[in-house]
C-alpha cells in the first residue's frame, strides 16, 4: 500500500474514538474515500487497531455498503426483489449486462459503471425499478434502460 493511503488511513483512525464501532465508522470513511476497501487497507487497519485480520475481514464482508472491488463512477442497482422480477426485472439485469459487459458485483474497465443487484428498492409499486446513483427509474422496459444508461457516459 502507497504512503498516501497510509496517511489517509491513520488520520481516519486518529479521528475515531477505539471501541467495537471503530473499525465499522473507519472502513466507511475509507469506502468513501477510496471508493472500495481494498486488502491492503483492511489488512493495515486490523493492524492499526490491534484487531485480528479475520475480524477485520469478516467486518469488511458482512455490510453489503463495502465493496472490496473498486467501484464504479456511477453505481447501477437492478431491483430483483418479488415485485420486480414478476414485472421482467430478470431481463433488464440481462440486458445490462449485455450492455456494460459486466456481470453484477463487476464494474467496468474503465470505471465507469459498477452493476450490482438489490432486493428491493423500497417502491415496488413501481416495479421494474433501477437506480443509477441517487436516480431512480421506475417501469423501466429493456430499451429504455439502455437510454438510461448512455446518459451517464
Ligand atoms: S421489489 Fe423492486 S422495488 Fe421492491
Known amino acids: 500500500m502507497d504512503e498516501g493511503t497510509k496517511t489517509i488511513i491513520d488520520k481516519l483512525i486518529k479521528k475515531h474514538k477505539p471501541g467495537e464501532n471503530a473499525v465499522v ?9 477510496q471508493g472500495y476497501l481494498s486488502e491492503d487497507a483492511i ?3 486490523s493492524e492499526k487497531l490491534e484487531i485480528p485480520v479475520s475480524r477485520a475481514f469478516s467486518v469488511a464482508t458482512f455490510y453489503s455498503a463495502f ?11 437492478v ?9 421482467g426485472a430478470d431481463n433488464i439485469a440481462g440486458r445490462i449486462s449485455r450492455q ?3 456481470k453484477p458485483g463487476e464494474t467496468t474497465g474503465d470505471r465507469k459503471f459498477s452493476l450490482h443487484k438489490v432486493r428491493c ?7 421494474p425499478v433501477v437506480k443509477v446513483n441517487d436516480d431512480t427509474y421506475a417501469g423501466v422496459s429493456q430499451d ?4 438510461v444508461l448512455e446518459k451517464y457516459r
Open 25 to 33: 465508522s473507519i472502513f466507511q470513511d475509507v469506502q468513501e474515500q
Open 121 to 127: 428498492l423500497g417502491c415496488c409499486a413501481l416495479a
Open 144 to 147: 429504455q434502460v439502455v437510454s
Open 67 to 77: 465493496s472490496l472491488t473498486p467501484l464504479g463512477r456511477n453505481r447501477v442497482h
Open 100 to 102: 456494460l459487459k459486466i
Open 43 to 45: 489488512r493495515y487497519v
Open 79 to 87: 431491483c430483483l426483489g418479488t415485485a420486480c422480477h414478476i414485472k
